[in-house]
């Protein structure tokens, strides 16, 4: 008989989930993720929702919007861990929200990976890692850790405030949200991740990749818009030693208090 909407939707994640091809480079600003090792189910896998995908979020007050347009986290209750290609412009304020009470912070400071430029492709041939320093501490709020990398098949939450197509058309700007990712492999310093119940966009970038309630890496780019249904997304990893060696380094440079490392 004719296929149903629903074998067509199962074949294109079954596609999608092997596909293991070469990305064309978009920067992109996308979404912070909190992982589990569960699978998700094949009807999760093929809804239609939206962050692109996901729901309105209140929670995660350590992430943050950068007035970059960029999603970054408190590593330390003065430093804020974002993407490299979000430090390229100068960044004034970090805006959290707690108890519903939003909070723009200026910024005294910002670095960026040495040598990455958003030209070198998706991944980056450098690392897209960025820091902002605060001009005063985050007291209220916990800094998240960071740690190894998941393993592949972990299924994720995203957090950011990435742009969001609504049922009805509208679109929202740097409005926060959540929704699932799911890591897929490894490049040779990013973690890839597809559609869950929602996929990360522009205004998501910097925002981290979290396992459990510690980073494992920063939104960096994607291979395709949405809602193209084949989208990737790399996030740079921050487990590695080469990037350790820059957050810690970077950290002193600022002469804030060390973060907890991988």
Known sequence: GAETTVSRRRRLIRRRMKRAALFAALALPLFAVACTAEQPSEEATTTTSEIQGGVAETGHPAIGLLSSGCTGTLI????????GHCVASTVRTFTITVDGVKRAIPVAAQKGFPGYSSWGGCPATKRDLGLVKLSQAVTDVAPLAMADAPATG?????????????????????????????????????????????????????????????????????????????????????????????????????????????
């Open 154 to 262: 972990t299924q994720c939450l995203a957090v950011g405030y990435g742009v969001h197509n609504t049922p009805s058309g509208s679109v929202e700007h740097q409005t926060k949200r959540s929704a699932t990712e799911l890591v897929t492999g490894y490049a040779e310093h990013t973690t890839t991740v597809v559609w869950g119940d929602g996929v990360a966009d522009h205004g998501d970038s910097g925002g981290p990749l979290l396992f459990g309630d510690a980073i494992v890496g920063t939104v960096s780019c994607q291979n395709a818009a949405y809602p193209n249904p084949n989208r990737v997304v790399h996030y740079e990893r921050v487990d590695q030693q080469e990037a350790v060696d820059f957050i810690n380094a970077t950290i002193a440079a600022f002469g804030a208090p060390a973060t907890a490392t991988p």
């Open 76 to 83: 330390t209750p003065t430093v804020v861990l974002t993407a």
